[in-house]
Structures are given as structure tokens and as C-alpha cells.
């Protein structure tokens, strides 16, 4: 069945059918040749937004790398359900958002729809680039501190998705050494002194706890706004 578009007259007269008469979602989508589902979704759209919820929406809405990595990481608590999500956050479907947890399951990048001079932003357009040892620990403690966030610390420190999802990888796997370059002698002159090793394990502790005091401060978030 082809997707057809409606009012937000229609849509609310549709939902008070289902409120005030006790017709079914089902019985309503079959008699005007509405997509399955639909009504159920302006439903719950309504509760929430209210009658905003149900305007026309342009199906090339725009939304940040940082945005969708947010609601990735809602869905991935394990609390909320694809159309949950696309209703709390004004998303056109819920197949959006599922589209969103795919490509981050895959390890691939959550990219800026938004166009820039006439362009779109790719992170995946930023190519791999040499980096210190030094480099690489800032890079991972800023990645890390922000959540996991690899298309955000990519696009800052212009370097490609896969450097930096492999340098934490390596981080959590092997710790500081294992952001070295393995790769022929190492020169004296580029290694970490004792000293330098040491405040690098510091800050990269103290990363890991600002991302762990972000997630029980989301927790809590959550919580207030279910307990409403």
C-alpha cells in the first residue's frame, strides 16, 4: 500500500473515531486506505506532542550526527522501543531510528544530514591522517569523555571514523601502549616518558568516569521523565 499523506484535520478526527467511538486502529486504517500502523502512531504522537505532533512534516528532516548518536544510545538502555523514540523526539518514523541503531551496531558512522554550502557533511569524507602517540591519547580520552561518540571526535580531530574506533578499541584492549605506533622502530623522541605515560593514564581515568557519571545522570533523567 502506497504511503499516502494527511491532514492534521483528518488525523485528529481519526483519533477521536478511535477515542469517543471505540473503533479500532484497524477497522479505521481498512476503511480509509490508511497504512497499517499509522493511526496508532498519530495516537501516541498525540498524547505526547499534542496536536502539533500530527502536522505535515518534511520527509527530509535534517538532524545532527551528535542528535542521532543521542537517541542511539537511549535506545540501546534497553528502555525505550524504536517508536517510542521517534515519537519523544519528533521523528518522522521509527524505521529512521532503527535505520540509526543498524548503522551504529555496524561500527559504521552516524553522519550530519544537514547540509553545509550546498553540500552534505560526511564524516565519512575525512580520510585517515598520521598521528602521534599523544595524539591518539587525546583523541580516545576525547572520544571516550563524550560517550563513544567516533563521528563527533572524527569530525573534531579530523581524522577518519575508523581511526578512531580502532584506537579505543586498542585503548581498552592493550591501555596506553596500545595507542603506539607499532609499526617499524619506535624513535626515542616520540615515545611517552614515565612521567607522561602516567598523567595520560590519569586523564584517560578520568574520561572513563565523566562518560559513567554521564550515563547514571541519563539514567536519572530517564526515570524523572517516566515517573511524569
Known amino acids: 500500500m502506497s504511503r499516502k499523506k494527511f491532514s492534521k484535520e483528518f488525523k485528529l478526527e481519526r ?3 478511535h477515542e469517543k467511538k471505540g473503533i479500532s486502529f484497524y477497522k479505521l486504517e481498512k476503511e480509509y486506505g490508511i497504512e497499517l500502523g499509522s493511526i496508532r502512531r498519530w495516537h501516541e504522537a498525540y498524547k505526547v506532542h499534542g496536536e502539533e505532533a500530527l502536522e505535515k512534516h518534511n520527509s527530509n528532516s535534517r538532524y545532527t550526527a551528535e542528535f542521532k548518536q543521542q537517541v542511539v544510545n537511549e535506545y540501546l538502555k534497553g528502555k525505550s522501543s ?4 521517534a515519537i519523544k523526539h519528533g521523528i518522522n518514523a521509527e524505521s529512521t531510528v532503527a535505520k540509526w541503531v543498524k548503522l551504529y551496531n555496524n561500527h559504521e558512522e552516524l553522519t550530519d544530514s544537514r547540509p553545509e554550502g550546498g553540500r552534505y557533511l560526511m564524516v565519512k569524507d575525512i580520510g585517515p591522517r598520521k598521528t602521534t602517540q599523544e595524539e591518539r591519547i587525546s583523541i580516545v580520552e576525547y572520544c571516550i569523555a563524550h560517550g563513544n561518540d567516533y563521528a ?3 569530525k573534531k580531530y579530523n581524522c577518519s571514523y575508523g581511526q578512531v574506533y580502532t584506537w579505543v578499541r586498542k585503548y581498552q584492549e592493550k591501555g596506553i601502549d596500545g595507542l603506539k605506533d607499532g609499526r617499524g622502530k619506535n624513535k626515542s623522541g616520540t615515545e611517552l616518558s614515565e ?6 593514564e590519569k586523564r584517560m581515568l578520568e574520561a572513563e568516569l565523566k562518560q559513567k557519571q ?3 545522570d541519563f539514567l536519572k533523567k530517564l526515570e524523572d521523565v517516566e515517573r511524569r
Do not use: C, H, P
Open 15 to 17: 483519533i477521536k473515531d
Open 152 to 154: 563527533g571526535t572524527s
Open 214 to 216: 554521564m550515563e547514571i
Open 195 to 200: 612521567v607522561e605515560q602516567l598523567k595520560a
Open 82 to 85: 524504536y517508536l517510542d523514540l
